[in-house]
């Protein structure tokens, strides 16, 4: 094209109007200008409406929607008002939205004839849309680009207008760059503020990094831009924020550090550009292969808090040039350090949000605490415990249901619930196998978490479909040193979410204090029962003390030593033993089925009914036996027995007569040191309601031992589970046979004690020995008629056979004076009035060893001790009262004095030590 033979640009027609002159030979010159305006914003492709000669709009270029393109020029051309549209907008009268981004910019006078036309650009490359700043430098361009045709018209050297029109063109164009940067500048600018703005005003990180990376990318002009963050373990990065159209195959992968440009920056700490990343052997190549992307170029910027690097931002792939500049890094920072403060803005605020929460929780926690301590102190048993306190799990949880599941300690079949269902706590009981899901999180100890879905539901035994509902957490309950088998759980969320761990560690906090108050409480009712149980012992132990003997019997007749000591708190073997006036003794052992109370119980009503026969009939042993087996029987409610040895032992015949219930063989051990076991027949009082008893007799020689036992004695084992045995007991004792009977006793239950190796008794035991004594005795009696006159006799019998006998200082004078004061008082009072016709008294002497028993008997008027009074010197001097010396001169002179009466007979005993 020569410049001579270009025609000017603007014409005008013969109307006088303005047109652009649409000759062939400018066609050159508007391509360069189109391309130049392309080029400026990264278009597409371009055309430019121009006003023709008839006034019509003639389009010169290739759009793709020449209908939208066209709709557009004409509106811009008859508003003269330069637009931008954006992709998916709807024009008038079209049927749909725009495939592209459109800007239409006025080409001529705003006010005047000279409208020359309308430059429309479409699409724009690696964008949805054109910018503000596009349609900007493209207006700018428009309105120089008319001043230069307009300039045309006024030129009257046309042959070199072209020349210099292309150089006025091209001065444009760099003065439309410089505008651009300008504009860029004041862009970057605008963002850096809107940036600064929006991470001081908004709280929300995902958004702030969204649209501080949208602005990098559109500041840069690059398809892409991404944020990576460091792990917790600083090993990898994490695709945080990604903009560009691969953010979702991205977004999945990781970056090891020191690896890629990305993981280098992190370690070095600073920026990098690589401008030939197919040709660099540091780009992580997993990213384009993930996302199928190029990439061409990057500039990579560290995310830096402080001295610690905690990401790095990137921008990826340059739009309108093709490489990034040093110019670039420095702007880029300001992005970086923008980023990075919104990180640390926000993790400062969720640090303080969250230490605020906990803050809230631990105050919270510490309410429900002290709230749960107030329960504690205010309730007094299980029922009003768990109202409270399951009050308060499901308002600290905010869930509908809670309760607490307890395997029963004394009942291991047995599940027990405390369950808070509409605000009402009730408590109910489950068979062991109707839980499945509760009794294995207690066998583990682990928690669980979940929402009640179909499947979960049909799984569900009855304890589990009574307690869970809509979502659930259980808490296994097992503390330490405790015997607490339990779980706490609560039930129904009811927020939108199901239960998490704060909530787990909220119910741990509780359960504590809560497991401790239950096991405090039920220790506290266990103490109280107990206490009870000790009382009714106690009593019970009075009971047994009360029924058996309170002292040894002593009689130079025999020694006897007895030592009953109980397996529990009470007993259920007893003894007894008892004097029949001076002749006649019966001693018993007894054992009672079973053990502790209803033993010890069983055992006070056997003996009263034994001791109550032994002492007020004159039955044999057998006779006796045979009468306590019915009235035991009768009282006999719960099945329970006794097995009994009974003895009657005649001291002047010196015969011993047994009979047995059901009861060990009791052992007779001769002074030469045999023994012969004394065996009876019967059975065991109580079982059956009438049995016959075969017992038997022997003849006591002194020095005899007899031995009563009970079970206990002789059937405890060592831990080779060997018994004592009765071989090895009566060993024992014939050994010690010249011992006294209550240490031979007491030595026996410490050998048992020491064999078992164990401090806990098997059973009762209960020995006792009596050991007949080795003495000599002298026996006399004489009847003398109840006269004064028989005095004076009594004195010579009892000088003839006792003078010689007794050898201890003033004893026989003191006997002498006893005696006559005794038998003063039965003439003279006894049968004072008597009707009887030959009055009399028998006196009886005994000297058993060093031992002098005087007995006299009368059948007078029954005598009284407790009638006679104190001895008065003042009342008998004033004559007051005669006499009433006698009685208390007999006591001071002898060592005992007794009175019986027989319902016939006045027995009167006086004994003295003469030796």
Known sequence: MKPSFLPPIIRKNDEGGFYLSSSSELDDLYHFILGQAKRLVSAKSAAFYFRNERGNLSRFGLVGDKSSAGLVAKHVFKTRKSILIKKGSHLKDTDGPVAESYIACYVGDEIGDLALGVLVLEGIKHFQNFSEQDLDLINYFSANLNALFKDTVLSEAEPQFFNSLTTSILLLIDNANIHNNNNRLQYFLEEIIRVAV?????????????????????????????????DDKKEYLIFHTVTGEK???????????????????AVTKQPMIINDAQNDNRVFRDVDKASNFIT??????????????????????????????????????SFSSACAVAIQKTRLLDNLNETNLELKQKLSTLESIFDLGQAVLESHDELGLMSKTLSILTKELSCEDAGMVIIEEKNKNRIQVYARQ???????????????????????GNPRMAVVSPQLEESFLELEAYTLKKNFLILPIAPRGGNLRA???????????SFNETDLRMLKTLSSPLAKAYENLRLNQEIITKKSIEKEIEITRKIQNNILPNSLIQSPLFDLGVMSVAAKEVSGDFYDFHSFGEDQFSFLVADVSGKSLPAAIFMAMSSSIIRTLSRTTDLSPSELLFRANQLIYEDSQSGMFVTLFLVNYQRRTRTLKFASAGHNDQIWIRKD?????????????????????QGGEIQIEPGDILVFYTDGAIEEKNPDEEEYGLDRFIDFIIE???????????????????????????????????????????????????HPDEIPKLRDFISEHLENKITKPFAFDDVLISLDEAATNIVMHSYKDTAL??????????????????????????????????????ANVKGERKGGFGVYLMETLMDKVSYDFNGKQNITYLEKSIV
């Open 198 to 230: 929006l991470i001081n005003t908004s709280v929300d990180l995902e958004r702030v990094l969204v649209m501080v990376m949208e602005s990098a990318k559109s500041v840069f002009r690059t398809e892409a831009s991404s944020l990576l963050l460091l």
């Open 673 to 693: 040191g045999s023994f012969e076991l004394l065996k009876g027949k019967g059975a065991p009082l109580g079982v059956v309601p009438q049995t016959n008893y």
């Open 837 to 874: 016709a030959k009055p009399s008294f028998e006196c009886r002497l005994e000297l058993i060893g060093d031992n002098l028993k005087i007995v006299l008997i009368d059948e007078g008027k029954p005598f009284d001790r407790k009638k006679v009074p104190k001895p008065s010197v003042e």
């Open 296 to 333: 061409r170029n990057i500039l990579a910027s560290p995310l830096i808090v402080g001295d610690e690097v905690i990401g790095v931002i990137e921008a990826i792939n340059t739009i309108d040039r093709n490489n990034f500049s040093q110019d670039d890094i420095d702007t880029f920072l």
């Open 736 to 786: 010690r046979r010249n011992e006294s009977s209550q240490k031979i006793v007491e030595d026996v239950y410490d050998d048992i004690r020491k064999f078992s190796l164990s401090e806990e008794q098997y059973d009762d035991f209960t020995v006792m020995i009596l050991k007949f004594a080795e003495v000599t005795t002298f026996e006399i009696s004489k009847v003398f008629p109840a």
């Open 247 to 265: 953010r979702e195959e991205v977004a999945k992968i990781k970056v090891p550090v020191g690896q890629g440009i990305a993981g280098t920056v």
């Open 487 to 497: 779980a706490l759980y609560v039930s129904g969320k009811q927020s939108a979410h």
């Open 422 to 444: 509409l605000g009402i706590v009730r408590e109910s009981f489950f068979p062991m196998p109707e839980s499945r899901l509760f009794l294995s999180l207690m066998e583990s």
